[in-house]
């Protein structure tokens, strides 16, 4: 079946500009991710939903994020006024019941310019 | 000092021979335990659960000892397709799935 997909794959934004990075999950999985991988170190932790809950935002560095799950399927990561800081890969993962077994989509690599 | 800590790396070993990466994790609660892989600009990949009896995938083995809040992943008989970074992963339970990375140790495997 088809893995987790995310667009776009990659985007450039000026400093100050809005960008939306959507993520569809496998179909089916409950639990979604949001991951933000800086160059040369692991994924660090975004956001958590289950189902169109989002239980945990805690890894969101500012409030300039926000992430949404409306329908409990599709995922959209909104930075507003993005600074060169949050130029990194935005990785999303699904997980079923067993929600420790994650599955990654390719990531968005975002440069901020 | 970060959750979970890996051997630096990298590590540039010949085809066949037998590497051993270890991990530190420092939430005495953290409940389960894996090792990703991920290639170059690729997403990671799971490649093995830890468990606490150890576990083993052909080449692959993996251990956890809980009391000293330690984690390993063996691999023998090294492939040039084994080339990648190895990411210890530990689930704190905090929200059902949370994962902590560890920054990842790369593994080059040469002819």
């Known amino acids: 079946g088809a893995g987790v997909s995310q667009s776009p794959r990659y985007k450039v934004a000026k400093r100050g500009q809005d960008v939306a990075l959507r993520c569809d999950p496998i179909s089916g999985h409950v639990s979604l991710f949001w991951y933000q991988q800086a160059l040369g170190q692991g994924p660090e932790f975004l956001t958590y939903f289950q189902n169109e809950a989002q239980l945990d935002k805690s890894g969101l560095p500012s409030d300039r994020f926000f992430a949404e799950r409306p329908e409990g399927s599709v995922s959209t990561l909104k930075i507003q006024r993005t600074q060169q800081e949050d130029s990194a890969v935005y990785l999303c993962?699904?997980?079923?019941?067993?929600?420790?077994?994650?599955?990654f989509g390719p990531g968005t690599r975002l440069t901020v310019t | 000092r970060k959750e979970v800590e890996q051997d630096p790396g990298p590590f540039n070993v010949p085809e066949g021979a037998t590497v051993a990466f270890n991990c530190t994790y420092s939430n005495s609660a953290s409940q389960s335990f894996f090792w990703y892989r991920q290639d170059c600009r690729k997403e990671p990949k799971l490649l093995m659960s830890?468990?606490?009896s150890g576990n083993e995938d052909g080449r692959f083995t993996a251990q956890l000892n809980r009391a000293s809040q330690y984690i390993s992943l063996l691999i023998r008989d090294s492939k040039l397709s084994d080339s990648a970074t190895y990411l210890c992963?530990?689930?704190?339970?905090?929200?059902?799935?949370?994962?902590?990375f560890g920054k990842g140790t790369k593994l080059s495997v040469k002819p």
């Open positions: 992963v530990v689930n704190t339970g905090g929200s059902q799935g949370n994962l902590i």
């Open positions: 830890v468990y606490s």
């Open positions: 993962a699904s997980a079923g019941m067993r929600s420790y077994e994650q599955y």
